[in-house]
């Protein structure tokens, strides 16, 4: 018997989502800035990528899948690099001494 490629590839990436989530949440607060560092640098790869996607193909078909798909990548990336910032940020001022009122 022989498994559906869509199953198999789902099964796979439903997995990664729970692996995914564990991971992620067992961080502890003093790595969570490092780490939301090099999710950063992987989005921004992702968008350099997306952005190929996104203007590959010829002038006449600029619905073609390949292009939607890369438009949306570079749209859900850049979400992804502009709350990573925020985060990163909250984090830091999570470490900063807070002045007291005299």
Known sequence: MEIDPF????????LSI??????????????????????????????????????SGDMKSIFNTSNIFGFVAIFLAAINIFGGFLVTQRMLQMYKKKKKNK
């Open 7 to 14: 199953i198999f590839r789902l099964s796979i990436f439903i």
């Open 18 to 55: 729970f692996i995914g989530y564990y991971v992620v949440w067992s961080v502890t607060p003093s790595l969570h800035t490092p780490l939301m560092s090099v999710t950063n640098a992987i989005s921004s790869v992702i968008i350099v990528g997306a952005i190929i996607a996104g203007l």
